[in-house]
T-cell receptor, first 113, second 112 residues
């Protein structure tokens, strides 16, 4: 599995945007970029995924570099509830590859009131 | 729809014993995956089942096994428990056409 690199931790103030970077220089053309987050004492939660184009949903936006070697998860207005560990994961796009997710260390996000 | 449920939520076992954990996926989801989470190793993939067949397996010893039933419910079993098996065991289910996986709250296993 291609590897991702994320900062260990980031801090943000409540109601300010948070930009979470992820480097994946060895990404292949068939890898989707997925983001999950894990709130304290809970299982991981899907956030967003993309392949080449930027993506938006109700939780966040995903900005993907043109060469796909990096991406940024954007939380537009952080709330205290967004304090979690955020994981950037590459997943082979072919359905037959199954559902294996290879988690790295993730970025621990602290939101200050 | 109800989310992924896992039972029991907490379990304490003794070294050498065996344990069975249960996972009920979201209704209609046929794919179930299991993960182990420890402070030292993070989240690691154990195995995946689809339509009662194991489709993928992580790098864990044979003491770790699983199965899936015709109603998509899944169980995982760990035999001859070791102290290092203490972890949070997470189950995830996925719809047939979707990309995202939905995780349960996990079973916290403590081996003493």
């Amino acid at each position: 599995d291609a590897k991702t690199t994320q900062p260990n931790s980031m801090e943000s103030n409540e109601e300010e945007p948070v930009h979470l970077p992820c480097n994946h220089s060895t990404i292949s053309g068939t890898d989707y970029i997925h983001w999950y987050r894990q709130l304290p004492s809970q299982g991981p939660e899907y956030v967003i995924h993309g392949l080449t184009s930027n993506v938006n949903n109700r939780m966040a936006s995903l900005a993907i570099a043109e060469d796909r070697k990096s991406s940024t998860l954007i939380l537009h207005r952080a709330t205290l509830r967004d304090a979690a560990v955020y994981y950037c994961i590459l997943r082979f796009m072919i359905k037959a590859a199954g559902n294996k997710l290879t988690f790295g260390g993730g970025t621990r996000v602290l939101v200050k009131p | 729809k109800a989310g992924v449920t896992q039972t029991p939520r907490y379990l304490i076992k003794t070294r050498g014993q065996q344990v069975t954990l249960s996972c009920s996926p979201i209704s209609g989801h046929r794919s179930v995956s299991w993960y182990q989470q420890t402070p030292g190793q993070g989240l690691q993939f154990l195995f995946e089942y689809f339509s009662e067949t194991q489709r993928n397996k992580g790098n864990f010893p044979g003491r770790f096994s699983g199965r899936q039933f015709s109603n998509s419910r899944s169980e995982m079993n760990v035999s001859t428990l070791e102290l290092g098996d203490s972890a949070l065991y997470l189950c995830a289910s996925r719809p047939g056409q979707g990309n995202e996986q939905y995780f349960g709250p996990g079973t916290r296993l403590t081996v003493t």
